[in-house]
């Protein structure tokens, strides 16, 4: 079985362009799809504040904080619900924290604002695969030993569901995500029900020894809120995805988001409300969750459905908002030239193939390092995450003052409020977990906005030292057609520059019947091309073809065999103009499709392949 046929088999048929509609999002699913980070925070984020305050204690009095600290967090997420909606309101084609930054509060923060979710994307795949993971091997305790390798596969299994399209990942995630929400409100449902019955048995504290170590105080607290603050990871990939519901996007998206910030808001405040009703103590050996799974549903059918199915589950798609955002995210900044430009090209399932593959290898470089350890991770998590929703609602509140459109001062209030809210959280999380690991991510951040910026700079150079801007019309006499050619030759031209040129010169020099051929996969601007064709390589005809599944070397070569059976007895030369960076590194930020090419055509037996160089 080939490569090809290995590759469809296990992501499908390749996908015309003209089908990228049909793989768009129902709210339905694209709850599953981009709120499973965010809906599946509940399993732990409880758990974390918990946690926290146990340092102090593990009586009512301390534990009791829990509440109006879970109050605090749902008014956060309020705030930031409402706020997004703004967003997506004012960017109807997408409205990520990158872009809403750039255009509004600069480069620079726009650029910190893409590496934070960058980051915070990458760790929250290592965060719910490790945490998925290791649910699993608490049931099934033999596979502990081998926690990374589950972690590894678990990562692979999500990277091909999302290499098959979104519309499939959206089939395949829909009734775990489902399953686990069902299941939360039973539990709640079923909780309150006691209560109200007079049934309720708390927990005993018996079971739990927890010596203090900390006095409770400001600093305790706030170390509590931030923990919980992780509840609220995942709430912005909406309004990055807006472009992956179907239409009207930004409407769909907005009503979306709403129904994520109530579905959130409720299911974390029942849990946290149950935890203090139960007086449950947090435990090393127990997740809070299976605590209190245990306690109301018994040893059950349901809670086993809960502990070993639906939170694993969740906890493992959570790393699909991040497959669903982050490719998006790496257009974005591959188009604005500050990441390699294969990160803009959509793959053969109208994904972005290779931002989906860069993810996959990130993510398990931190599972490797970190030995799929949960703990070890989380310190890192979030400070990604509150960087890009501060700079996002600060570049909102500027964006609503520079239109002021009707009703813009409660828009920009609205978007101050976020802002606001979310940079104190931020203060607080950098100073409670810096220590702890977050100074991992205060590094990371400008670390990767000076990557942006080398990678961008070496963009620019080679646009000058291509440009033809300069070069003044050119005019050459009409070349001989027909079938007694001698020495035809053909032009593969990608993008007119002067690195093509130098190839149609070359070409004139050996060739007594020329073209060239240029395939458009659908960015093509035909007009602009065949203007400036016709001033400077008017005796050359040049054939565009089509590319409806965006590729380049097919077309070509159905080209290449079609001109070679029009010279029969003849040597075709099949010229490729090629340019070469200054240092071999850089050859990574450009596309390989000579090397695809040229392996292509000595397949299927071309005798002639000459490469031009152009040294930049």
């Known amino acids: 079985m080939s490569f090809s046929q290995v590759k469809q088999f296990l992501l499908g048929k390749t996908l015309p362009t003209s089908a990228h509609d049909e ?7 694209a709850l599953a799809v981009l709120s499973s980070d965010a809906l599946s925070s509940v399993a732990y984020a409880t758990q974390e504040t918990l946690l926290v305050l146990v340092a102090a204690g593990s009586g009512a009095g301390v534990l009791g904080f829990s509440l109006p600290i879970s109050l605090a ?19 109807p084609k997408g409205g990520g924290s990158y872009i809403v930054a750039r255009g509004n509060l600069g480069l620079l923060p726009g650029l910190i604002a893409g590496a934070s979710l960058m980051i915070d994307y990458i760790l929250t795949v290592a965060v719910s695969v490790s945490a998925g993971i290791d649910n699993f091997v608490s049931a099934v305790p033999f596979l502990r030993p081998f ?10 299994l999500i990277m091909l569901a ?9 089939r395949i995630f829909m009734v775990p995500t489902y399953a686990f929400i069902v299941s939360i409100f039973v539990l709640i449902g079923v909780g309150l029900f006691n209560q109200a019955t007079g049934q309720l048995t708390p927990i005993s504290a018996g079971e739990t020894v927890h010596k203090v170590t900390e006095q409770l105080g400001l600093f305790l607290v706030l170390r509590a809120f931030a923990a919980g603050c992780t509840a609220l990871t995942g709430v912005e990939a909406i309004s990055d995805g807006v472009l992956a519901f179907k239409p009207p996007e930004w409407i769909n998206a907005r009503q979306t988001l709403l129904y994520l910030g109530i579905i959130l808001g409720a299911m974390f405040l029942g849990i ?8 449950l103590v947090p435990s090393e050996s127990e997740t809070v969750l299976s605590l209190l799974s245990r306690q109301i549903f018994g040893i059950s059918p349901l809670y086993y459905f809960l502990i070993l199915f639906a939170t694993p589950a969740i906890l493992l798609l959570a790393a699909n908002t991040s497959y669903a955002d982050f490719p998006r995210l790496c257009y974005f900044l591959a188009r604005d030239g500050f990441l390699p430009r294969q990160l803009a090209l959509l793959g053969d399932r109208l994904v972005y193939s290779n931002g989906i593959l860069l993810l996959s290898i990130c993510a398990a470089v931190l599972i490797v390092v970190f030995r799929g350890d949960t703990t070890a991770i989380i310190p890192l998590y979030a400070v990604g995450v509150f960087t890009s929703f501060t700079l996002s609602q600060a570049g909102m509140v500027i964006h609503w003052y520079k239109g002021k459109s009707r009703g813009w001062q409660a828009s920009a209030l609205m978007n101050g409020l976020g802002a606001i809210a979310t940079a104190i959280v931020l203060v607080v999380v950098v100073l409670t977990k810096f220590a702890l690991g977050a100074w991992v991510v205060v590094i990371a951040i400008p670390l990767l906005v000076w990557l942006f910026g080398s990678i961008r700079k070496h963009y620019l150079y080679v646009a000058s030292r291509l440009s033809i801007q300069e070069l003044a019309p050119r005019s050459y006499m009409a070349r001989p057609k027909g079938a007694n050619a001698t020495h035809p030759a053909i032009v593969v031209v990608g993008q007119l520059h002067r690195g093509t040129v ?6 004139r020099s050996i060739g007594d019947e020329v073209v060239a051929v240029h395939v458009d996969t659908g960015s093509t601007n035909r007009e602009k091309l065949q203007t400036r064709w016709q001033e400077l390589e008017s005796d050359i005809d040049l054939h565009i073809l089509e590319s409806p599944y965006r590729s380049v070397v097919t077309p070509i070569l159905d080209f290449v065999s079609s001109f070679e059976d029009q010279h029969p007895g003849v040597l075709s030369t099949i010229i490729i103009p090629a340019f070469v960076p200054r240092r071999w590194w850089e050859s990574v930020l450009h596309n390989q499709t000579t090397l695809f090419l040229k392996a292509a055509l000595r397949t299927k037996k071309s005798r002639v392949v000459t490469t031009v160089r152009y040294y930049l």
Do not use: P
């Not at 793989?23 to 699913?29: F, G, I, P």
């Not at 967090?73 to 930031?80: A, N």
């Not at 926690?147 to 692979?156: N, Q």
């Open 147 to 156: 926690t990374v390798e589950l972690c590894l596969f678990a990562i692979f």
């Open 73 to 91: 967090i749902v008014l956060l997420l309020i705030i930031v619900t409402l706020s997004y909606r703004q967003t997506i309101r004012a960017y």
């Open 162 to 170: 999302n290499l098959r399209g979104v519309k499939e990942s959206g």
């Open 502 to 507: 130098e190839a149609l010169d070359y070409a």
């Open 23 to 29: 793989e768009r999002l129902t709210k339905a699913a």
């Open 272 to 279: 946290t409300y149950l935890a203090h009703i139960y007086q």
